[in-house]
């Protein structure tokens, strides 16, 4: 299984502000994905990270609000921008294909 | 519109006392049914992965078992240590290629000594 790492582990931002958000992974990965996980809610998938092409994007989400890089095979970010109180969650990156395994996660709070 | 439901939504045992949690699942076409445990301020840790009905895992006192409709998480003879989150998801068979997972809410389990 790979190695995941996020960094911040957590931050608290004001409102109106961005939030960039690191997963760094021990090897090469084809895909990454992004996760949120709100207070009492299911993960729910954000988008779809390949390394060299545009990040697809779930019902819901948005690229202007929650831009992703993927500069190459074991890293991507991704930013929460334009934050409101309602974005306060966990965010979660992942890798794999049959199974996914999960990095620690970052846990955000807007005030 | 595939999804996933986990039940109960919390579970108290005595350390000993065996019981299941339920995944009922709708989903056009399924690739893959996956359990994770999730421990507080952590990302989820991967359990399982079952693929059609009437497949089993198993892991120390964890066993996983899987329906057309529905997965369990029997656990035997609980102790403190698995107390944790459980969630349950779905990968369903799409037209692209994808791997997103459908998760469920999970089932809170607290073991007491």
């Known amino acids: 299984s790979a190695v995941i790492s996020q960094k911040p582990s957590r931050d608290i931002c004001q ?3 961005s939030l960039t958000i690191q997963c760094q992974v021990d090897s090469q990965v084809t895909m990454m994905f992004w996760y949120r996980q709100q207070p009492g809610q299911s993960l729910t998938l954000i988008a779809t990270a390949n390394q060299g092409s545009e990040a697809t994007y779930e019902s819901g989400f948005v690229i202007d609000k929650f831009p992703i890089s993927r500069p190459n095979l074991t890293f991507s970010t991704l930013t929460v921008s334009n934050m409101s109180p309602e974005d306060s969650s966990i965010y979660l990156c992942s890798v794999g294909t049959a199974q996914q395994y999960f990095g620690p996660g970052t846990r955000l709070t807007v005030l | 519109e595939d999804q996933v439901t986990q039940s ?8 000993g ?3 299941s949690l339920n995944c ?4 056009s076409g ?3 049914l996956f359990w994770y445990r999730q421990d507080p301020g952590k990302g989820p840790e991967f359990l399982f992965t079952l ?3 009437g497949e089993e895992k198993e ?3 964890l066993k996983a078992t ?3 409709k529905e997965s369990f998480l029997h656990i035997t003879a609980p102790k403190p240590e698995d107390s944790a989150t459980y969630l349950c998801a779905v990968q369903a068979i799409l037209g692209g290629a994808t791997n997103k997972l459908i998760f469920g809410t999970g089932t809170l389990l607290a073991v007491q000594p």
């Open chain 2, 66 to 68: 899987l329906t057309k």
């Open chain 2, 51 to 53: 693929y059609s009905a």
């Open chain 2, 59 to 61: 892991k120390e006192r």
């Open chain 1, 15 to 17: 409102r109106g502000t």
């Open chain 2, 17 to 19: 006392e065996s019981s």
């Open chain 2, 24 to 27: 009922s699942y709708t989903v």
């Open chain 2, 8 to 15: 109960p939504e919390a579970l108290r045992l005595q350390e």
């Open chain 2, 30 to 32: 399924l690739r893959g």
